[in-house]
């Protein structure tokens, strides 16, 4: 399985990023596809995560209003939009994807997905 991730690159504060992930074969194989990040000297968080199975999502507080998961089947991607980008947004970003996964707002950990892209960095500096 592979998740190969597209987008990231430097911004100015207050920019936008949009962030995609491909997954070999479908993105339906998948019931939940999410985002999450890694600062230096931190430790990966989840940041949103969508459902094949009705399109629900779960996004973080700490992006919620700013940030916007989704998923276009069609072209087998699921997109991260992230706008009015903060210099504490600054991380590596992964994809993460499982097949019996049901993301839910009880939150979004690392141990329930299976399968992991590269990742793709994001910098938010002026």
């Known amino acids: 399985v592979q998740l190969v991730e597209s987008g990231g690159g430097l911004v100015q504060p207050g920019g936008s990023l949009k962030l995609s992930c491909a997954p070999s074969?479908?993105?339906?194989?998948?019931?939940?596809i999410g985002w999450f990040r890694q600062a230096p000297g931190k430790e990966r968080e989840g940041v949103s995560c969508?459902?094949?199975?009705?399109?629900?999502?779960y996004v973080a507080d700490s992006v919620k209003g700013r940030f916007t998961i989704s998923r276009d089947n069609a072209k087998n991607t699921v997109y991260l939009q992230m706008n009015s980008l903060k210099p504490e947004d600054t991380a590596v970003y992964y994809c993460?994807?499982?097949?019996?996964?049901?993301?839910?707002?009880?939150?979004?950990?690392?141990?329930?997905?299976?399968?992991w892209g590269q990742g793709t960095q994001v910098t938010v500096s002026s």
């Open positions: 993460a994807a499982d097949p019996d996964y049901y993301c839910s707002d009880f939150g979004l950990f690392v141990a329930d997905f299976g399968s």
């Open positions: 969508i459902n094949s199975s009705d399109g629900s999502t």
């Open positions: 074969g479908s993105t339906l194989d998948y019931h939940a």
